[in-house]
């Protein structure tokens, strides 16, 4: 597919001859076309046009020495230009600015807020989207809010304190009613209330392959009569481990108060073993660790294969030195580390068959940063948690992962597709791109017969990588436009997921999914039921929303071969674009495509 596009001139300019002859020959000679657009005026909602600069304009107009202009629209450039059968460049790569490396890093709450908005709207679309396959109606989401924070400097964390002062209430007032309107409709879905002791999960994505292990109120948990596999949490409250769940659906469970059963066998338990002078070995049959004090020291697939070739690095660095200080890293920051220091401390908060929880710290200047790492049973990745009460300035703080066996490419994913590059950069363009905005995942592959690690995130996330390692910047401190941008306390998750085969195949897109929305707890009743199908592991769920003909799921292929779904007996499935529906759908490797998805008769 094609897109026409085009690069606006810079903002932010005056009428200068000079400057509107360099950028109508750099125009000409890019596209054979004498007319170029130039807008003047005081750009980033400055306001347009000034007096003075329209007095600058009319001086000129008629001049020997200028080019003749003439005001208009860039609707009415745009459309003289759709008129032209001319040939234009063509531009087959990936959209990458150069001044912006750090705008994935800068202010992490805003992608907090950002991600947690995202999901909640997601949330009451689905549930809105099941209430029509039923036949009812449940209204629409406001996303007008979000996007307004999406646009130019808030997200990115580049504006000035005023806005993110402005902007907070504005997030908090739409997580909330998006909150609200969600729980509303799952209500509606739900069935009457015959006990106050019934609780439910949901899984609201249509995964191929839910394994919820969840924290719930102390008692004695069961679902449908079966008693479910628990474990007393260290911070209060138990440990349940649900049973496999496919596609969006409900569990209801049942609490009894009192002591914790644990009758019931774990799935693919965690099994800890003292390896001696404080090291122990942590693994569930999926994934295996080794773990002191002194970090992260091994981590080894299903099959026992290592994947780090050094233990799990903790870096910090100057970053000082750009104009665009919240926008962009030093260029140079690697030649300029601060050292972390490595402490005696290790301390277990749960050890037990469904979870595997320990807690390292390390001293970053004045503050001290906590990194939980936690593993569950049946789980192919390692939670890591990293917690500070950051008040470091033009320091980058960074996780680094040496990999075991090189990396040929890595994978990652952006908005409605997949970056894939050379493990190592081939060419000076790879190499500007040192620094990469991801959403959820990224990750390495390996040469033949495959495999690689991924790296989940509750991104966006800025991140790099070379054929022998993975890194992920975790906290900036820029002074410019915002003085207190990052100050103050943070809380970030990611996960490690080894994988054999390619990533693809592996569902890693499924996994940061699942990673980042893993299911919703409430004191709601709930049948035990599927309400709508599960894709494929190589297919990403994008969003369901409600149709007239039932609803409409879009969903994406970022693999490189062709995927077909068959949603299962009682579903017909269609392109929207197509009148007739059938019992499955082929996606082609890179489509992103909406589907109408309805109950048959």
Same mark, same amino acid.
């Given at each position: 597919?094609?897109?026409?596009?085009?690069?606006?001139?810079?903002?932010?300019?005056?009428?200068?001859?000079?400057?509107?002859?360099? #950028?109508?020959?750099?125009?000409?000679?890019?596209?054979?076309? %004498?007319?170029?657009?130039?807008?003047?005026?005081?750009?980033?909602?400055?306001?347009?046009?000034?007096?003075?600069?329209?007095?600058?304009?009319?001086?000129?107009?008629?001049?020997?020495?200028?080019?003749?202009?003439?005001?208009?629209?860039?609707?009415?450039?745009?459309?003289?230009? #759709?008129?032209?059968?001319?040939?234009?460049?063509?531009?087959?790569?990936?959209?990458?600015?150069?001044?912006?490396?750090?705008?994935?890093?800068? !202010?992490?709450?805003?992608?907090?807020?950002?991600?947690?908005?995202?999901?909640?709207?997601?949330?009451?679309?689905?549930?809105?989207? @099941?209430?029509?396959?039923?036949?009812?109606?449940? +209204?629409?989401?406001?996303?007008?809010?979000?996007?307004?924070?999406?646009?130019?400097?808030?997200?990115?964390?580049?504006?000035?304190?005023?806005?993110?002062?402005?902007?907070?209430?504005?997030?908090?007032?739409?997580?909330?009613?998006?909150?609200?309107?969600?729980?509303?409709?799952?209500?509606?879905?739900?069935?009457? %209330?015959?006990?106050?002791?019934?609780?439910?999960?949901?899984?609201?994505?249509?995964?191929?392959?839910?394994?919820?292990?969840?924290?719930?109120?102390?008692?004695?948990?069961?679902?449908?009569?079966?008693?479910?596999?628990?474990?007393?949490?260290?911070?209060?409250?138990?440990?349940?481990?649900?049973?496999?769940?496919?596609?969006?659906?409900?569990?209801?469970?049942?609490?009894?108060?009192?002591?914790?059963?644990?009758?019931?066998?774990?799935?693919?338990?965690?099994?800890?073993?003292?390896?001696?002078?404080?090291?122990?070995?942590?693994?569930?049959?999926?994934?295996?660790?080794?773990?002191?004090?002194?970090?992260?020291?091994?981590?080894?697939?299903?099959?026992?294969?290592?994947?780090?070739?050094?233990?799990?690095?903790?870096?910090?660095?100057?970053?000082?030195? #750009?104009?665009?200080?919240?926008?962009?890293?030093?260029?140079?920051?690697?030649?300029?580390?601060?050292?972390?220091?490595?402490?005696?401390?290790?301390?277990?908060?749960?050890?037990?068959?469904?979870?595997?929880?320990?807690?390292?710290?390390?001293?970053?200047?004045?503050?001290?940063?906590?990194?939980?790492?936690?593993?569950?049973?049946?789980?192919?990745?390692?939670?890591?948690?990293?917690?500070?009460?950051?008040?470091?300035?033009?320091?980058?703080? !960074?996780?680094? @992962?040496?990999?075991?066996?090189?990396?040929?490419?890595?994978?990652?994913?952006?908005?409605? +597709?997949?970056?894939?590059?050379?493990?190592?950069?081939?060419?000076?363009?790879?190499?500007?791109?040192?620094?990469?905005?991801?959403?959820?995942?990224?990750?390495?592959?390996?040469?033949?017969?495959?495999?690689?690690?991924?790296?989940?995130?509750?991104?966006?996330?800025?991140?790099?990588?070379?054929?022998?390692?993975?890194?992920?910047?975790?906290?900036?401190?820029?002074?410019?436009?915002?003085?207190?941008?990052?100050? +103050?306390?943070?809380?970030?998750?990611?996960?490690?997921?080894?994988?054999?085969?390619?990533?693809?195949?592996?569902?890693?897109?499924?996994?940061?999914?699942?990673?980042?929305?893993?299911?919703?707890?409430?004191?709601?009743?709930?049948?035990?039921?599927?309400?709508?199908?599960?894709?494929?592991?190589?297919?990403?769920?994008?969003?369901?929303?409600?149709?007239?003909?039932?609803?409409?799921?879009? @969903?994406?292929?970022?693999?490189?071969?062709?995927?077909?779904?068959?949603?299962?007996?009682?579903?017909?499935?269609?392109?929207?674009?197509?009148?007739?529906?059938?019992?499955?759908?082929?996606?082609?490797?890179?489509?992103?495509?909406?589907?109408?998805?309805?109950?048959?008769?």
């Amino acid at each position: 597919a094609e897109l026409r596009s085009l690069m606006l001139p810079p903002i932010g300019r005056r009428a200068d001859p000079l400057e509107m002859l360099d #950028e109508q020959r750099a125009w000409h000679q890019a596209t054979g076309l %004498e007319a170029a657009l130039w807008i003047p005026g005081v750009g980033d909602h400055g306001g347009g046009p000034t007096e003075e600069l329209l007095e600058q304009i009319e001086l000129w107009e008629g001049q020997a020495a200028a080019l003749p202009t003439r005001a208009g629209t860039v609707r009415e450039f745009l459309a003289e230009l #759709e008129q032209g059968d001319q040939a234009w460049p063509v531009w087959r790569d990936e959209l990458f600015l150069e001044l912006h490396r750090g705008c994935a890093t800068s !202010r992490p709450d805003q992608k907090r807020h950002n991600r947690t908005l995202e999901r909640l709207l997601r949330e009451a679309d689905a549930v809105s989207a @099941l209430l029509a396959i039923a036949g009812r109606d449940s +209204g629409s989401s406001d996303w007008r809010p979000l996007l307004f924070q999406q646009f130019h400097d808030i997200l990115p964390g580049t504006s000035i304190p005023e806005v993110f002062d402005q902007a907070e209430p504005v997030w908090r007032s739409a997580r909330r009613q998006a909150r609200q309107e969600r729980d509303r409709r799952l209500a509606r879905l739900s069935p009457p %209330e015959d006990t106050a002791a019934v609780w439910s999960w949901w899984g609201l994505q249509p995964l191929a392959s839910w394994s919820p292990l969840v924290r719930l109120p102390a008692g004695s948990w069961s679902t449908e009569a079966v008693s479910l596999p628990q474990q007393n949490a260290a911070a209060g409250g138990t440990w349940v481990q649900l049973p496999r769940q496919h596609g969006i659906c409900s569990v209801p469970l049942r609490r009894e108060p009192g002591l914790t059963s644990c009758a019931a066998e774990p799935r693919q338990a965690v099994v800890i073993t003292s390896l001696g002078a404080g090291a122990w070995r942590v693994g569930n049959g999926l994934i295996e660790l080794d773990v002191s004090s002194a970090g992260l020291l091994a981590l080894r697939d299903r099959d026992g294969r290592d994947q780090l070739s050094s233990s799990l690095q903790l870096e910090r660095y100057r970053d000082r030195g #750009e104009f665009w200080d919240a926008w962009d890293l030093a260029a140079d920051y690697r030649s300029q580390p601060l050292g972390v220091l490595c402490t005696d401390s290790l301390e277990w908060l749960d050890q037990g068959p469904l979870v595997a929880h320990l807690v390292l710290r390390r001293p970053l200047g004045a503050r001290c940063m906590r990194l939980d790492l936690r593993l569950k049973a049946d789980t192919p990745w390692l939670e890591l948690i990293c917690g500070i009460d950051w008040r470091q300035t033009h320091e980058l703080l !960074r996780l680094e @992962l040496p990999l075991a066996t090189p990396a040929v490419r890595i994978a990652a994913d952006t908005s409605g +597709g997949v970056i894939e590059r050379p493990g190592a950069p081939m060419s000076a363009r790879e190499q500007a791109r040192w620094e990469v905005s991801v959403i959820s995942w990224f990750a390495s592959q390996s040469a033949a017969p495959g495999g690689g690690m991924a790296v989940l995130l509750d991104g966006p996330q800025g991140v790099d990588w070379s054929s022998g390692r993975l890194g992920i910047s975790l906290l900036r401190g820029p002074t410019w436009p915002d003085p207190s941008a990052d100050q +103050g306390w943070h809380r970030q998750r990611l996960a490690l997921m080894p994988f054999a085969g390619s990533w693809s195949d592996a569902g890693v897109s499924q996994a940061a999914i699942a990673f980042r929305e893993p299911g919703w707890c409430a004191d709601l009743p709930a049948e035990q039921r599927q309400w709508f199908p599960s894709l494929p592991f190589p297919l990403t769920p994008v969003g369901l929303e409600r149709h007239a003909d039932g609803c409409v799921l879009k @969903l994406l292929n970022a693999g490189s071969a062709r995927c077909r779904w068959t949603p299962g007996a009682g579903w017909r499935v269609r392109r929207e674009a197509d009148s007739i529906a059938a019992s499955a759908v082929v996606i082609t490797p890179g489509e992103l495509v909406s589907l109408v998805v309805d109950q048959s008769s």
